[in-house]
């Protein structure tokens, strides 16, 4: 993705007046960063359901006003990020709901989304424009200190928004994430939890499965297990790092997607236990092959790079040109 840089005279006013972020974990804590980064929101305002994250929050000067409540930290604000697990989304909206200010965008980040559109929805004003997000970013770490400015550079960022939802809010939320760096793309709730239950929550299932199977065998070979663990197992035990309470709630709000690909790669995997018991090497060739050829399509497409993930370092921040401003009919 093309970038230049920033000069006064391209720079143009904040795309919003007060961002509320309602949860300062990894993502949180990211957005925080990459908006002050950017100088794309004027005044930042965090709430965490935690006083020990609170304090940090304000310790690290995340945020201008570091809220008590959600509902103190959404009042007069102009988009509110809600970044919290996907099971508390609908308790949070209905806590914001009676004090958002008319004409405010309400989002979130869960990568769940018609669990989210159901959950929050009824609970939302009129008047307030509502376009659920999903940043396809992260890593296995959590909690303020964890987040970057970077974290959304050349990722994707997918929004949902309802039918019905005012086109102009869902582009004003589309310049907010492509000023952090995102790559912005729109499709409907269910669609992207078909997508990302392959993409992205059936692996994760598949890690701590896998995971959890080598825990059991190492109750007698443990260190052998530690030791001798090749790059495929480390990745494995990078994603079943991730947080647990969201990836519960993920699999529980999504549970129809994920089991519908679960059913798909129980089939391909009874495929290749029946090629391995028979020593068809031509099959489980032509299979490996036609994977490897994804993994190539993946790098071509710059979604990763083909250099080693360990020790990978982040692409920077740059500075965006913004011809996007905010105007006070939004």
């Not at 701590?208 to 190492?218: F, M, P, Q, R, S």
């Not at 647990?244 to 690909?261: I, S």
Request: proline residues 6%; charged residues 20%; neutral net charge.
């Amino acid at each position: 993705m093309r970038r230049e840089a920033v000069t006064k005279t391209q720079k143009s006013a904040p795309l919003f007046d007060r961002l509320a972020l309602i949860g300062v974990g990894l993502i949180g804590s990211s957005i925080a960063r990459a908006a002050r980064a950017q100088g794309v929101v004027r005044e930042i305002v965090a709430v965490s359901r935690s006083p020990a994250t609170r304090r940090r929050v304000a310790e690290l000067g995340l945020a201008d006003t570091v809220a008590e409540t959600n509902a103190a930290a959404v009042a007069g604000a102009d988009l509110v990020i809600v970044c919290v697990p996907v099971g508390a989304c609908g308790e949070v909206a209905r806590e914001i709901g009676p004090h958002l200010r008319s004409g405010a965008t309400v989002s979130d980040v869960g990568s769940v989304k018609g669990a989210i559109v159901r959950a929050m929805g009824p609970h939302l004003p009129e008047g307030v424009h509502f376009v659920p997000a999903h940043p396809v970013a992260g890593t296995e770490h959590s909690g303020p200190d964890a987040g970057f400015a970077e974290l959304f550079v050349g990722r994707w960022c997918i929004l949902t928004p309802p039918e019905g939802t005012a086109p102009a809010a869902v582009e004003r939320l589309a310049a907010f994430w492509r000023a952090l760096g995102a790559n912005v793309e729109s499709m409907p709730a269910a669609h992207h939890d078909l997508v990302l239950a392959i993409t992205s929550h059936l692996p994760h299932l598949i890690a701590y499965t896998i995971v959890g199977t080598a825990d059991e065998l190492a109750e007698v070979t443990r260190s052998e297990v530690l030791k001798f663990s090749a790059g495929g197992f480390r990745d494995f035990t990078r994603i079943a790092a991730s947080d647990p309470t969201m990836w519960r709630d993920v699999f529980l709000a999504n549970k129809d997607a994920v089991l519908e690909m679960l059913g798909t790669f129980d089939e391909d995997l009874a495929k290749l236990t029946r090629a391995i018991r028979r020593g068809d090497g031509k099959a489980l060739f032509e299979h490996f092959a036609r994977t490897r050829a994804i993994r190539r399509g993946i790098v071509d497409i710059g979604q990763d790079s083909p250099a080693p993930d360990f020790g990978r370092s982040h692409a920077e921040l740059a500075p965006l040109p913004r011809p996007y401003a905010a105007s006070s009919d939004d």
